[in-house]
């Protein structure tokens, strides 16, 4: 029997539809005539990314310390090319001087009222998200950066031996799993929350055992950061976020009867996202197969890595072009025109595929699930 769109649980990137971004921001006290100034550089250079539409600043009526900036895009691929990009992170760093504290949130528009909304006006303003994706309440976020060659077993040791964090965030958040990955030197760490993840990381990072654990690697890691200096914890954690980009869940096995997996690969430049986007094809046609052994698959994506996180029924490698996500004709070979084939060249028979499975599969360091309450 297979699972029914009502029945699965999605969240997408690539669904075509319109992205409404709303960023909110405390700033300090006295910091609006900079922060105007900040914002106006900010606008005229986002205006002219590809696939911006419009763009609002709007000041609290209550408080004027809360702004609020709006912007719409034709969808979400060209502003997570944009918010990634080392673009981004030079353009924005005039506004954390006068930033107290920001919140990002992200919408595919599903309805729309108004005159502005008029049928004939829709084709100028691209599609609406076709129907609601059903949820399960849980935020998924990685982080990714590297160690210096060499290191690798003594980052994994630390990496692994910690005290974990409490769960409860607050009476509306709670971590509910963290898995840690290796592939070279690379690490990803994917968390799960239910509830706000931007409280659920702070939270994480004001621990002890977590701060601890995280000074211990600093010495190893090939990007320099000075987790006291506030702006070079955000330079870093800006630089290091993986961002979900594809989601999918069947949900036709009980969590007991399946594994965790990561497998990580590398995009010719500029493919990153057209990489994650025929992945995410794979994944939702694998939710539909009920032979399929992925019960559950979150694709991230920056630049061009791209980690899927699977959870699997059975041995990762009995099936190994499904797990890879190239089962069916000429998968394989759309698959070969987004790799890097220095780095990991595509498979071309389902042998290929074992070797490629074998080597893209990342090392679980360790993997956490907090007790339910």
């Known amino acids: 029997m297979t699972t029914t769109l009502s029945e699965r649980i999605s969240q997408s990137a690539f669904d075509g539809s319109r992205l409404r971004v709303v960023l909110l ?72 001087g006068c930033v107290r504290d920001t919140r990002s949130l992200r919408f595919s528009v599903l309805r729309e009222t108004g005159k502005a909304f008029e049928p004939a006006a829709a084709p100028l303003m691209g599609s609406l998200q076709s129907s609601p994706r059903l949820g399960d309440g849980v935020v998924r976020h990685a982080l990714t950066f590297t160690v210096k060659p060499g290191t690798e077993e003594i980052v994994a040791k630390i990496l692994a031996d910690y005290d974990s964090p409490k769960a409860q ?54 990007q320099d950061r000075d987790l006291s200096d506030p702006n070079s914890a955000r330079m870093f954690f800006t630089r290091a976020a993986l961002p979900t980009v594809h989601h999918v ?96 060249a595509a498979p071309t028979s389902d042998q290929d595929a074992a070797r490629f499975l074998a080597r893209s599969e990342m090392r679980l360091i360790t993997d956490r699930s907090a007790a339910e309450s």
Not at 26 to 51: I, K
Not at 293 to 304: A, K, M, Y
Not at 331 to 339: S, V
């Open 249 to 344: 869940s069947a949900g036709r096995h009980a969590p007991v009867d399946v594994r965790r997996h990561a497998l990580f690969y590398q995009a010719k430049e500029g493919c990153g996202m057209a990489l994650a986007r025929l992945l995410a094809g794979n994944d939702e046609e694998a939710a539909d197969d009920v032979t399929s052994p992925v019960d559950s698959s979150t694709i991230f994506q920056r630049d061009d890595i791209v980690v899927r996180l699977l959870e699997v029924d059975g041995p990762l490698d009995a099936q190994p072009a499904q797990s890879l996500g190239i089962h069916g004709p000429g998968k394989a070979a759309r698959l070969a025109r987004l790799l890097d084939g220095d780095a990991n």
């Open 169 to 222: 965030v607050d009476e509306s958040t709670r971590l509910r799993r963290t898995s840690l990955f290796m592939h070279g030197n690379r690490v990803v760490r994917a968390v799960e929350v239910e509830g706000d993840l931007l409280a659920a990381l702070r939270h994480v990072s004001r621990q002890p055992e977590v701060r601890a654990v995280e000074e211990a690697i600093n010495p190893y890691l090939e």
């Open 25 to 96: 921001l405390d700033l300090y006290d006295g910091a609006q005539t900079q922060f105007l100034e900040a914002y106006e550089r900010l606008r005229n250079q986002v205006a002219s990314v590809p696939g911006h539409i419009s763009d609002q600043l709007c000041q609290s009526i209550e408080n004027p310390s809360q702004w609020l900036i709006t912007s719409e895009w034709e969808s979400a691929p060209p502003f997570l090319a944009w918010v990634n990009s080392e673009e981004h992170v030079a353009t924005v760093q005039p506004l954390h």
